[in-house]
Every structure is written in structure tokens, then in C-alpha cells.
């Protein structure tokens, strides 16, 4: 291969460093002169057209072709209820310089993405076209370390104040820039998930105990995980379930999307089953249960509620029959948190005992033994046999000789046989005297 000149090298040089310069005096005078004013003005603009009143603290430079924003305050604009308020620490919206070009030749719509610490935790969004207009979309979403209690929406979606430490991961697409049209995966996991702060009262519509308030304890519901997978705009729930030692729960159902994604219907079952050290401890959700839980209660012992309706303002009620089937949570034995339960082994079938029931008099006073049984016939002694009953004799009768009582008769006087004649009678020269 044969070597560039000199003089090659020196133009490529040459060309190298006027574009490094370029790009040089691009940034500084981006990071210096870029109205960033204007920019924080551009977001405020745009987040109200969302249905949000933002107020920014301060605009500045970031790495790379962006902007970064520093103590945003967000309130919502619901249609009905009270808005809801948070606040973003630090956001930073940088746009691929790459794609914009890809977009400007073939039309393809640029990258954008916006990184968020808030929420106790980091959230990054990437995200090309826009849902709800024409032409494709596509959003990837990660969150990490975000605490589920500062989480804007959850606890007006779900009527149930939530604690833990969520993860997230979301890559959802549309052809058309409908939801109704997506398809994706969405998989989540809430570590050391807590319902309830024992402060906050859950109504539940319609039901006349619930529909005042029910002040919830602290449950633990452990790892609640699961994944949900879209399809031609339908979510379905997979695996979606939790255990702790207070009771386990486990969640079924679908959403079908639609745009906008409040307006989504939801047909959901959730089941659970709450421990008895749990029960003795919330003695008010007990008396609850027992009270008003009958309409919920199931089979195995489980409670289920039935979620439908409107995503944004779903219909919650107690149900113990769920529409996806006779499915039931279940039976583990208690171990260690963590360990694997073993399997489970019917035990044999046992042999039905009788008990004999002792029977009791009026007061309760337990009959007299019953009288030992006679002895075998072996053992009895043989009976004397019975005398041979004395001919007739003539003269007169003995006399009634009274016997006292308890004393055996005499025994029978023994027969002397008389000699007797040819003609049957006396001996001759015999003659009574």
C-alpha cells in the first residue's frame, strides 16, 4: 500500500483541525449564548398543553445538544378532584443529533430523551414520534430506585396509599400512534411493597361498611413482581403476585388501551388471604372481614375484589367468584422468607374413629357400671342332678313339716322292695298290722 505525501497528510490535518474547531466554538457558543430563557419557557408551554402547571427554578447547559432543569414544581389539572403535586430535582433533554438528521432525510421522527432524578430515584424516558397524532411512536422506559409513595397518580388510581422501592422497564410501539394499536412488554417489581400507612382511610363504593372508610394498617406484601405483555392494545397480567408474612396476593386481568390511556378499560380479580399473627394484630380488619368480607370470601379461604371499569376511576367491589375461572391462590407451607416451599404431599386418608358417647341422667351424673358379665358356660360348675321322684307308698301322708327358709329339703327316704307274690300281691302269711 503505498504511503499518502506529505502533502496529503498536511491537508488532512488541516481538515481535522477546522473541524475540530468548528464543533469547538459550536458548543461554547450553545453552552453561552443558547437563550435558555427561552427554552425553560418552550417546556412550561408544552407541559401545559399536557394538562400541567410547571414552574422552573432555572435552565443550563447539559452534555451534549440539551438542556438540563433544576426544581420543577408540577401540579395537575385533573378534570374532577383535587390536583395533584410534586416535584422533579433535576431533568435533562438532550436530542440525538443523529436521528434528527435520519429524521429530516427519511422523515422518521427524532429521539428525544429525558432523564429525571425524582421520586427518591432516577427515571429515564427515550421516546420517538408522539402517541396520539399520525405516524408511529416508540417509548422505552426505565426507572430505578424510585419510592412508590412519591409516585404522582398511583395513590388516586388505586385508592390505597403504596411504600416500596419500585423497578421498571417499558418499550411499547404503535404503527399507528394509537395505544388502541400497541404491542410491547412491560415488567416491574416493587421491593419490601407496603399497602396502607394506618392513617389514610379506603372507601370502597357501594358496600355500607366500606363506603365510609376503612383505615388499613400496615400490611407487607412483600416482592409484589410481575410482567404484562401488549398485544393488538390489550394488556395482559402475568405473574403478577406477591407473599410476606402477612398474607399473599396475587392479581389477574387485562387492560385494553385506549387513547387517551385514562379513558383504558380494566378487568381485573385480585385475591387475598391475610395470615391469622395478622388478623390477631388488626383486630378492625378482622370485624370487617367477618362483617362484610361474606361476599368476597371464597372457597379456600381467600378473599377476592373485582377491578373494572375506567382506568382513571375504576369500579372496586368485594367478589368471591372471578371471571378468568376457579383459580385459587396457593397452599404453601410456612418456611423461611426466600427458601423454595416444598412439594406438596397429600396426606394418607385416615380411618374413621368412633368414639363411644357416654350417656349422663338429668344432673348430669354419669350411670352406675353396669353389672359384670356372667361367666362362660366352661367355667360354671356342673348342676346336681335332680333326685328320681318316690313311688307312691300306702299309709297315711307324713306330715307338712315346715322347713325354715334358706335350708335344703332332706333327702328322700330310701325305697325298700317288697316280695311279692304270684298274684301280684303281698307275700303269703304277710299281713299289715
Not at 251 to 267: H, I, M, Q, T
Request: aromatic share 6%; charged share 20%.
Amino acid at each position: 500500500m503505498k504511503k499518502p505525501s506529505p502533502e496529503t497528510l498536511r491537508k488532512l490535518r488541516r481538515s481535522a483541525i477546522g473541524t475540530g474547531v468548528f464543533w469547538l466554538v459550536f458548543i461554547v457558543a450553545l453552552y453561552v449564548w443558547f437563550p435558555y430563557d427561552r427554552a425553560k419557557e418552550v417546556a412550561i408551554d408544552v407541559a401545559s398543553q399536557q394538562g400541567y402547571d410547571v414552574d422552573i427554578e432555572s435552565a443550563g447547559p447539559t452534555w451534549g445538544a440539551g438542556v438540563s432543569f433544576s426544581n420543577i414544581h408540577v401540579k395537575t389539572r385533573p378534570p374532577t378532584g383535587k390536583p395533584t403535586r410534586f416535584k422533579i430535582d433535576k431533568a435533562t433533554v438532550t436530542t440525538s443529533i443523529l436521528s434528527a438528521t435520519l429524521g429530516r432525510l427519511f422523515g422518521a421522527a427524532p429521539s428525544t430523551t429525558i432523564e429525571l432524578d425524582a421520586f427518591g430515584g432516577r427515571v429515564e424516558l427515550t421516546q420517538s414520534g408522539e402517541p396520539g397524532k399520525k405516524g408511529p411512536f416508540r417509548i422505552e422506559l426505565q426507572a430505578r430506585g424510585v419510592d412508590a409513595k412519591e409516585i404522582p397518580g398511583v395513590r388516586e388510581s388505586i385508592n390505597l396509599p403504596l411504600a416500596g422501592t419500585i423497578r421498571l422497564d417499558l418499550d411499547l410501539a404503535s404503527s399507528t400512534g394509537k395505544f388502541a394499536d400497541a404491542k410491547g412488554t412491560i415488567s416491574f417489581l416493587c421491593e419490601a411493597c407496603v399497602a396502607g400507612d394506618g392513617k389514610s382511610p379506603i372507601k370502597v363504593e357501594g358496600n355500607p361498611f366500606l363506603g365510609g372508610g376503612l383505615t388499613l394498617p400496615k400490611v407487607r406484601l412483600g416482592d409484589l413482581r410481575g410482567d404484562v405483555v401488549v398485544d393488538k392494545g390489550t394488556a395482559k397480567l402475568k405473574g403478577v403476585e406477591s407473599k410476606s408474612p402477612d398474607g399473599e396476593t396475587s392479581l389477574e386481568g387485562d387492560v385494553a388501551l385506549r387513547d387517551p390511556l385514562v379513558n383504558s378499560v380494566v378487568n381485573a380479580y385480585l385475591r387475598f388471604r391475610l395470615t391469622d399473627a395478622f388478623l390477631k394484630s388488626a383486630s378492625t380488619v378482622q370485624t370487617i372481614l367477618q362483617m362484610a368480607g361474606a361476599a368476597g370470601r371464597r372457597p379456600d379461604g381467600s378473599y377476592g375484589v373485582r377491578i373494572s371499569g375506567r382506568l382513571g376511576s375504576p369500579a372496586v367491589g368485594l367478589s368471591a367468584s372471578s371471571p378468568f375461572g376457579a383459580s385459587a391462590l396457593p397452599v404453601r407451607p410456612a418456611g423461611r422468607p426466600g427458601s423454595p416451599p416444598p412439594a406438596y404431599t397429600p396426606p394418607p386418608a385416615a380411618a374413621p374413629t368412633i368414639v363411644p358417647t357416654t350417656p349422663t341422667t338429668a344432673d348430669n351424673t354419669p350411670p352406675p357400671p353396669p353389672p359384670p358379665p356372667p361367666p362362660a358356660p366352661e367355667t360354671q360348675p356342673a348342676a346336681p342332678p335332680m333326685p328320681a321322684p318316690a313311688p307312691p307308698q300306702s299309709g297315711p301322708p307324713p306330715p307338712d313339716i315346715q322347713q325354715p327358709r334358706g335350708t335344703p329339703p332332706p333327702p328322700p327316704a330310701p325305697v325298700v322292695d317288697q316280695p311279692t307274690g304270684p298274684d301280684g300281691e303281698g307275700a303269703p302269711g304277710e299281713e299289715a298290722q
